[in-house]
């Protein structure tokens, strides 16, 4: 695509374009299976229950008889179990029962077992329990939900903000993965494997939404949150700033590996501090672009718990954003932000 847009029929074609062909949604059957597995599992001792929806109550029927199979009674009583991200390892295995590894594992989502120990387990409930029948008779839930997903991220206009923002071509296709069970937290999913090259891949968990009345027969409705999706679509935007700058930015390393409070983190950690950092610095920018300057400020604030040099780079980002027949892309800005880092102490 040009770094300019000609008319607002081009732009109004790209980001139908953008939604349709680098961003999908999707309740992929394994990450489900897992899902399930580890609601069964830990939910009696964690005080954030799935929320409240028609699916969930169709889940708590199904599965009541199954609640004290024998292979979430292993789980139970590991020394330690899994965060919630445990359900992304699905994504390593085979399409079909029995599920094993389709791709070397290379991910630390499992923790609390061996690789060949969790599947044999997993394998007996998923076919004990007959898990494969509940998820193929809410196919077409799944598709309503991940549909709707698909129309309001689209109908939000984030993808528009983000094109306009950065304004440079992007490589890479987004995949989101819808966890309706999950009430935890969102995360990030990094498969070192062929099959997904040049994917940035995310795992959203549908969490409460505070301001609505969520029942048991409420219908799920999944709305990512716009500061969720900005931010995942953003990397593919930025994430060659680092390979382009690494011999003279590995020189300030040490910048990155010390949080606002002070922990020092592991020194292989620099590079993803510092892409972080950019990210978020450009997420609360195009926030306060969309939602006005009290959202940026909230973004900042948030952000900056953790980023120690976040206050500095949102601000010196207003060179950026002011002066933008000066800096027609986040490309041509690359240059500015070393010269930036390189001056921090």
């Not at 680098?22 to 001792?45: G, M, N, P, Q, W």
């Not at 999706?229 to 930025?238: A, D, G, N, P, T």
């Amino acid at each position: 695509m040009n770094k300019t847009f000609f008319t607002i029929l081009t732009l109004t074609f790209f980001i139908q374009s953008f939604g349709q062909k680098k961003i999908s949604v999707k309740i992929d059957k394994r990450i489900e299976a897992i899902t399930i597995f580890y609601t069964l599992a830990t939910r009696d001792t964690l005080d954030v229950k799935p929320t409240p929806s028609k699916y969930y109550k169709d889940f708590d029927e199904y599965f009541e008889k199954y609640k004290n199979h024998k292979s979430l009674s292993w789980y139970r009583n590991l020394d330690k179990w899994d965060a919630y991200d445990l359900s992304s390892f699905g994504l390593y295995l085979s399409k079909k029962y029995p599920f094993k590894l389709e791709f070397p594992y290379d991910g630390k989502q499992l923790k609390s077992s061996n690789i060949e120990i969790f599947l044999t387990k997993f394998n007996e409930f998923y076919k004990d329990c007959k898990v494969e029948e509940f998820i193929k008779t809410h196919n077409t839930e799944y598709s309503i939900i991940t549909s709707f997903a698909e129309k309001a991220i689209i109908e939000s206009d984030v993808l528009n903000d983000v094109e306009k923002f950065y304004n440079k071509p992007s490589k890479g296709e987004i995949l989101i993965f819808a966890d309706i069970l999950n009430n935890l937290g969102n995360n990030a999913i990094e498969i070192k494997n062929v099959k997904y090259k040049d994917k940035k891949i995310f795992k959203l968990a549908y969490l409460n939404d505070k301001n609505g009345i969520q029942t048991n027969e409420t219908e799920v409705k999944f709305i990512p949150l716009s500061n969720v999706v900005i931010h995942e679509i953003s990397h593919l935007f930025v994430n060659d700033f680092i390979p382009k700058n690494r011999e003279r930015l590995s020189v300030k390393k040490n910048l990155f590996l010390t949080t606002s409070k002070n922990e020092i983190l592991k020194d292989s950690e620099w590079e993803n501090e510092l892409d972080e950092l950019i990210v978020r610095v450009c997420v609360s920018k195009i926030l306060g672009i969309k939602f006005g300057a009290e959202r940026e400020l909230k973004e900042i604030e948030n952000q900056s718990k953790h980023y120690k040099y976040f206050k500095e780079l949102n601000i010196f980002f207003n060179n950026y954003t002011e002066n933008r027949t000066k800096y027609k892309s986040i490309t041509e800005f690359y240059p500015e932000i070393l010269k930036f880092i390189e001056t921090l102490k």
